[in-house]
């Protein structure tokens, strides 16, 4: 078997952009996202907090999971976000990383 794999949506501070991302190292992504390292999409976008994600046993599954959101309509992410934080806050410090 793989490394973990992780899926996670970021966004803004006032929630209006979602991005969705797949990574091994949740961490480490977290803290690229929040000090604008790589992604243009979320440093354009200010997309600095971790408002949900999801923990594979496996890279490949998280992928495919990635691909997956990536269709759904905005309504059904932010459905599917508030069925495990309802009020939509930074859950960076679940993952072991204080914004």
């Known amino acids: 078997m793989g490394k973990n794999g992780y899926v996670y949506i970021m966004s803004n501070p006032r929630r209006t ?9 949740l961490e480490k992504r977290v803290y690229e996202h929040v000090n604008r390292l790589g992604c ?3 440093r ?4 600095i907090h ?13 992928i495919e ?11 059904w992410k932010f459905d599917l976000i508030r069925s495990v934080n309802p ?3 930074d859950l960076s410090n679940e993952i072991g990383w204080f914004s």
């Open 17 to 25: 952009v979602l991005y969705i991302g797949v990574t091994s190292n």
């Open 65 to 75: 999971r990635e691909k997956e959101l990536k269709k759904y309509h905005r309504k």
């Open 87 to 89: 009020e939509l806050k």
């Open 40 to 42: 243009g999409f979320t």
């Open 50 to 62: 971790l408002i949900y994600y999801e923990v594979f046993q496996d890279i490949r599954p998280a």
């Open 44 to 47: 354009k976008y200010n997309c």
